[in-house]
């Protein structure tokens, strides 16, 4: 099985603000990021799509879907989402209580913002979505997530600290390729 993991496009969004699960709208440049995804996916032919419910991925797959006639309705799971920032979601980094900030930042695997969840907690349910996906019967596969969601599963299969998942860096449309062969997988390219 081939595993192709599809970053969203540019959302539109002021740099600096975390926005995790928000549900933004698309940068003026989606178009040319599509047409750059869809060159890049030419001759890759997946069978099914699984996608985070989010407008940045849900509009993604969709366009994928057509360009690419893929049959199958697009499978749109909420354990696919981006990290939860709870009460930080729009918030400006710059404008967060520096204490907080800093408390977090120093263990933000395993700590939360108010009424948001640790990276821990991300990877739990974005690995459950991923192991189920992993049993599909689908030769050829598109995940279109999210950066925290991407590096949650390129972190399992490479056998990363999580707390290092930040040195996968991954563009806004970027895409993985794993393989998984015999249950076990494999990075075959990060951020093309």
């Not at 926005?19 to 990021?33: I, K, M, P, V």
Request: glycine content about 6%.
């Amino acid at each position: 099985m081939e595993i192709l993991l599809v970053r969203h496009t540019t959302p539109m969004v002021e740099k600096g603000v975390a926005y995790g699960q928000t549900d933004l709208d698309l940068a003026a440049t989606y178009q040319e990021e599509l047409a750059r995804i869809i060159k890049e996916l030419d001759g890759y032919n997946p069978k099914e799509i699984f996608a985070s419910p989010l407008k940045r991925c849900k509009i993604l797959a969709q366009d994928l879907k057509n360009t690419l006639n893929i049959q199958k309705d697009i499978e749109f799971d909420d354990r696919l989402k981006e990290l939860n920032f709870g009460d930080w979601e729009m918030m400006k980094w710059e404008d967060m209580e520096k204490e907080q900030l800093d408390f977090w930042m120093e263990d933000f695997v395993s700590r939360q913002s108010l009424n948001g969840e640790s990276f821990q907690q991300l990877s739990e349910r974005v690995l459950n979505c991923f192991n189920e996906i992993k049993t599909k019967n689908s030769v050829k596969v598109l995940v279109v997530a999210h950066g925290g969601s991407i590096r949650c599963i390129l972190n399992s299969i490479l056998g990363l600290d999580l707390k290092n998942t930040f040195n996968l860096h991954l563009d806004f449309g970027g895409i993985s390729k794993i393989q998984i062969e015999e249950g076990r997988g494999k990075v075959i390219f990060i951020n093309r």
